[in-house]
T-cell receptor
Framework: KNEVEQSPQNLTAQEGEFITINCSYS?????LHWLQQHPGGGIVSLFM???GKKKHGRLIATINIQEKHSSLHITASHPRDSAVYIC?????????FGKGTRLHILP | NAGVTQTPKFRILKIGQSMTLQCAQD?????MYWYRQDPGMGLKLIYY???????DKGEVPNGYNVSRSTTEDFPLRLELAAPSQTSVYFC?????????????FGPGTRLLVL
């Protein structure tokens, strides 16, 4: 079993829908990262969380340390949000990536 | 700022050949990382550096070497290329401020070993 699991693996939604991507991890962490990988391959860091909730524009990330679970939400989704979203758990001496969630927003 | 740059963008190697993947950043970041991304798999950390002169192994260091003689540059060396090293390689740098870390990724180098 992977130490970082994301769900769903693939998600197709209509423009405007509220999107939730989940990340569960089994290791003790100091922080959790959310990344966005564009269709062309470029990777952008979205959030780093160690507790609570963060918001940037239409993106919201939450983390529950006790339950070892984080979620990434996208409000009012848009086709330009189509990408692979990756969570990464940072432990003291390692960083473990999920396999990513491929999101496709239809116009 | 150019951010994080990587060269080459794409390379084909024969088994046993060697090459160096270049990575440079102009943001004065102390932390730098090398990752590989295999199809359908998550990113895996190869090596990282917390500052000039300091490097540490990540999850998958075998077959690779790194050096960090300057803050700006973090080259990744493949000595004897193997088909298992076919992958996309990403370099990243980061800074930490107030407990928050932001990683900046390069555009990637696609390597094919035949």
């Amino acid at each position: 079993k992977n130490e970082v699991e994301q769900s769903p693996q693939n998600l197709t939604a209509q423009e405007g829908e509220f999107i939730t991507i989940n990340c569960s991890y089994s290791v003790g962490i100091s922080a959790l990262h959310w990344l966005q990988q564009h269709p062309g391959g470029g990777i952008v860091s979205l959030f780093m969380l160690s507790s609570g909730k963060k918001k940037h524009g239409r993106l919201i990330a939450t983390i529950n340390i006790q339950e070892k679970h984080s979620s990434l939400h996208i409000t009012a989704s848009h086709p330009r949000d189509s990408a692979v979203y990756i969570c990464a758990a940072r432990a003291l001496d390692k960083i473990i990536f999920g396999k990513g969630t491929r999101l496709h927003i239809l116009p | 700022n150019a951010g994080v740059t990587q060269t080459p963008k794409f390379r084909i190697l024969k088994i046993g050949q060697s090459m160096t993947l270049q990575c440079a950043q102009d943001m004065n970041h102390n932390y730098m990382y090398w990752y590989r991304q295999d199809p359908g798999m998550g990113l895996k950390l190869i090596y990282y550096s917390v500052g000039a002169g300091i490097t540490d192994k990540g999850e998958v260091p075998n077959g690779y070497n790194v050096s960090r003689s300057t803050t700006e540059d973090f080259p990744l060396r493949l000595e004897l290329a193997a088909p298992s090293q076919t992958s996309v390689y990403f370099c990243a740098s980061s800074y930490s401020r107030g407990g928050q870390e932001t990683q900046y990724f390069g555009p990637g180098t696609r390597l094919l070993v035949l």
